[in-house]
């Protein structure tokens, strides 16, 4: 089974998302993954300063297949998610927006920078993931 490289964007005021969004791809029998977001439990350390930051993010993009973002309205003022996006755009990452459970409106911000959108279900996100991306 091929693993996939990925990097859940998120904002840590919504950390509960990035867990769930976890367990929905564990659970996926025939799908394989290695996280390397920055959930807030594991945060970058040692960055002095927001070059730094951006820097270790981008680090751990770098060998990512794809950059899922959970896409509520919120994303659209996050800065740490729009410089997500930067990143990603810069590398020429897939992004991937995932719609919210049961949320009527979704960021234009991260729907404008997606390669594709799906569901907030684990099939829809395995899909996408498998259809746009390269092990």
Request: include cysteine; aromatic fraction near 8%; charge should be positive.
């Amino acid at each position: 089974m091929q693993t996939y490289h990925l990097f859940i964007s998120h904002s840590w005021n919504y950390a509960d998302k990035h867990d769930r969004l976890v367990e929905l791809l564990t659970a996926h029998p025939t799908f394989s993954f290695k996280n390397f977001s920055v959930p807030p439990q594991n945060p970058i350390v040692g960055a002095l300063n927001d070059m730094q930051l951006e820097l270790a993010i981008e680090n751990k993009i770098r060998p990512c297949s794809a950059v899922l973002i959970m896409a509520g309205v919120y994303s659209t003022y996050s800065k740490w998610i729009n410089k997500e996006i930067e990143i990603a755009k810069r590398l020429g990452k897939v992004i991937i927006a995932i719609r919210p459970f049961a949320a009527e409106r979704m960021s234009t911000v991260v729907r404008d920078a997606a390669h594709a959108e799906c569901a907030w279900n684990t099939d829809s996100i395995v899909n996408a993931i498998r259809q746009h991306t390269a092990v």
